[in-house]
């Protein structure tokens, strides 16, 4: 399996991104995608992610309201709406998938997770 994560970029506060993670080498029908963020120093952390099966989301605190996760199965690609978006937000964001746990138990912890795309850099400043 291979991902693509694409549409960093810099945004002034309370703006919106769009972010895409493009499948290859595998349909989104059998996979469960997270995004995951990681600032400098800290601990890569999951903040978002969509079951394979029945299309369920997860979301931590600091993302629900502001952030949506969805899917094309057509385009095999998962996208992360962000709206409103803080300095806190600042980081670079990685899709992952996991290799036999098709599901998103333990979305927020990235070891769970087996292929990752490359990342994209979200900065959120004025």
């Known amino acids: 399996v291979q991902l693509q994560a694409s549409g960093g970029g810099l945004v002034q506060p309370g703006g919106s991104l769009r972010l895409a993670c493009a499948a290859s080498?595998?349909?989104?029908?059998?996979?469960?995608i997270g995004w995951f963020r990681q600032v400098p120093g800290k601990e890569r952390e999951g903040i978002s992610c969509?079951?394979?099966?029945?299309?369920?989301?997860y979301y931590t605190d600091s993302t629900k309201g502001r952030f949506a996760i969805s899917r094309d199965n057509t385009m095999n690609t998962v996208y992360l709406q962000m709206n409103s978006l803080k300095p806190e937000d600042t980081a670079v964001y990685y899709c992952?998938?996991?290799?036999?746990?098709?599901?998103?138990?333990?979305?927020?912890?990235?070891?769970?997770?087996?292929?990752w795309g490359q990342g994209t850099l979200v900065t959120v400043s004025s």
């Open positions: 969509i079951n394979n099966n029945d299309g369920m989301t």
């Open positions: 080498g595998s349909s989104l029908d059998n996979l469960s």
């Open positions: 992952a998938t996991k290799k036999r746990d098709k599901t998103c138990t333990n979305y927020r912890v990235y070891y769970y997770f087996d292929y």
